[in-house]
Structure formats: structure tokens, C-alpha cells
């Protein structure tokens, strides 16, 4: 899917179909990039190309932009094949990739293939193992990951939410997915993540930087009816995280300029941290759970919010505007 934005998405059809030795229409592919970048195809378009010697079809839906979420669900709703492969605009893909997920997913006969360092494990996991080990322990992105159509048929990415979309979506997978041993785990380097300087996370705070703390909210909400299935650490680890989401925001707020502060938005965020805080900290082995450095800071925040974003933008060396 291409969503229309300006960040290069319109350039993948162009970057992996030349992976593919004797493809017949490169002066095409680049009159077609050319047009997908440049916002003047028809919403809804297709761009298309096989290569006979191969049987390898690759197909572009060039659609209006309405965000990444937006996009993702629509490109599951027209997949045709049997696996469906995320990739992010600025990522790319080494020769390889798909055979290694592939390999792994015949040996262990799996629904998902993730590649990650968080899961050393040459046995497949259960939906509820995954929700621990990987998706609470950071592996909580859809790309580099090998899903089988069939098993996320009818999941959906939340499409009102800028941050913590991936992981919701793979939360509902693994709950879909239980007690069944599906997932797999792999490490590989053939997937190349670059670091998008322009990504939701890099941007000074907006109203929408809240989805920090609203996707883990909504992922308590889907793990509390399953207390008896699942592990009490999963319930401490998720509390840690919501704290620690709530501060991310809190010092993300104390790097606007201070008249910013005071903004009645703002200021109901601050609150909605520190809500957020009180009610994670009651979770029983949450607060000792959390890193030395990250209990002071939410002790400070709580007992002096102002003097908190205060000394948290002196130490960011960040220079008030006149």
C-alpha cells in the first residue's frame, strides 16, 4: 500500500522489484514512481508489474493519505497471498529475508515468524508466551515479521491512534491466538530498520503524543478479562510500562517553552500522568519493577510535576524562547 504521503513509500514497488534479476520495465517503474510521489494518481490506482521468467507479481494500491493504519489495513483487506510482510516507507529488505522467515516458519509449522533478540528460543511460543517474553519485552513493531493470512484475517490496526498501533494489533494476534503454539522467533539481519528523525516519537509534543499513554490503557483493557490465563508478571510488567510511558510524556511536555505549560491540553495531560502513575503504582511489584533512576524520576513527578519538567529541560540543555 502506498498511502500518499511524501516519505517514499511510492518508491517501494520501484526498490524491490529490481531485487529481481531480468525484470522487463524499469523506464515504467520509474515514470510510475515518479507519478505516486508527485500525489497525481487517482486515488485508488493500481500499479502493477509480473515478471514472466519468475512468476513474480508485484502490486502497488496508490490511495489519498490517510495514515499509516489507515493504509496497512487496507493493503490486508486486497492480499491475495498466503503471507502478508510488513515493511515501514524508510526500511528495506535484504536478498534473503523472506527465505530465513520462511525456513523457520516450515520447521515449525507457524502462523508468525518474528525477527528479534528479545526471544532466544528454537521452539515455537504460545500466544500468551509471545505476549510476554516479546510483545511486553519490546519486540512490539509489525515489521520484520511473517504472518499467515489466514490467522490475522479480520485484525485491525487502530486507525485513531499515531503511536502504539503495532502493538495492539500484534496483542489481539496473540491473544487470538492462546494456548497455540504459532509463533517462532529468529534472529536476522536482513531486515534494515533506519531511524526516522521525522517519526511520531521524534515530534515536540502534540495533542496526539497522548497515544503514549492511550495504547497501553487500551491494552490493559484487552488482558484484564484473562487474569486466569495469563501470568501475574505480565500484569506487573505491563504497570511498569505504563509508568514509564507516562513519564516519556511528561518529559516530552517539559521541552516546550514554558508559557506551553500552562496550555489547558497540556496541563490535562500532565494529569492524565499522573493518574496514570498512581493507578500503576498500586500493582503489586510495579514500582520496585521499576529501573533505580526511573523510581526517583516518578517520585519527584508526583510530589513536584512543575519542578520535575523544570530540571528535566535544564538537563536537556533545552534554551527557553523569548
Known amino acids: 500500500m502506498d498511502d500518499g504521503s511524501t516519505d517514499g513509500s511510492a518508491e517501494i514497488l520501484d526498490s524491490y522489484w529490481k531485487t529481481y534479476e531480468g525484470n522487463p520495465g524499469e523506464k515504467d517503474l520509474e515514470e510510475n514512481r515518479e507519478r505516486g ?10 500499479s502493477e508489474r509480473e515478471d514472466p521468467a519468475t512468476r513474480i507479481r508485484v502490486v502497488v494500491r496508490h490511495e489519498q493519505n490517510h495514515g499509516v493504519s489507515h493504509a496497512r489495513n487496507r493493503g490486508m483487506d486486497l492480499a491475495e497471498g498466503e503471507w502478508i510482510t510488513f515493511v515501514d516507507a524508510d526500511d528495506h529488505l535484504e536478498e534473503g529475508f523472506f527465505e530465513e522467515l520462511l525456513q523457520a516458519q516450515e520447521r515449525l509449522d507457524v502462523a508468525l515468524v518474528s525477527c528479534t533478540e528479545r526471544i532466544l528460543s528454537n521452539h515455537s511460543l504460545t500466544g500468551y508466551e509471545y505476549l510476554e517474553y516479546g510483545i511486553f519485552n519490546e519486540d512490539s513493531h509489525v515489521w520484520g515479521k511473517l504472518f499467515r493470512r489466514g490467522e490475522i484475517e479480520g485484525l485491525r490496526f487502530d486507525e485513531d491512534l499515531r503511536i502504539g498501533e503495532d ?4 496483542l489481539d494476534f496473540a491473544l487470538r491466538i492462546g494456548l497455540k503454539h504459532e509463533v517462532a522467533c529468529v534472529q536476522s539481519d536482513k531486515y534494515v530498520y533506519l531511524d526516522n528523525p521525522k517519526g511520531a516519537m521524534k515530534q515536540r509534543f502534540c495533542a496526539s503524543y497522548r497515544d503514549q499513554i492511550v495504547c497501553w490503557q487500551r491494552a490493559q483493557e484487552r488482558i484484564d478479562p484473562l487474569q486466569t490465563a495469563l501470568s501475574h508478571y505480565l500484569y506487573t510488567r505491563l504497570a511498569i510500562i505504563r509508568m514509564m510511558a507516562a513519564m516519556l510524556v511528561a518529559s516530552k511536555i517539559a521541552l516546550l517553552p514554558k508559557k506551553e505549560w500552562e496550555m489547558p491540553e497540556v496541563k490535562r495531560v ?10 500503576c503504582r498500586r500493582v503489586n511489584g510495579a514500582f520496585i519493577g521499576l529501573e533505580k533512576g526511573y523510581q526517583l524520576k516518578v517520585i519527584f513527578f508526583l510530589l513536584h510535576p512543575r519542578k520535575y519538567l523544570e ?3 535544564r538537563y536537556k540543555k533545552v534554551r527557553e524562547e523569548e
Open 37 to 46: 510521489n508527485s500525489g497525481e494518481e487517482d486515488p485508488g490506482e493500481n
Open 270 to 279: 500532565l494529569a492524565d500522568c499522573k493518574s496514570e502513575i498512581r493507578v
Open 167 to 170: 502493538m495492539l494489533f500484534l
Open 311 to 313: 530540571c528535566y529541560k
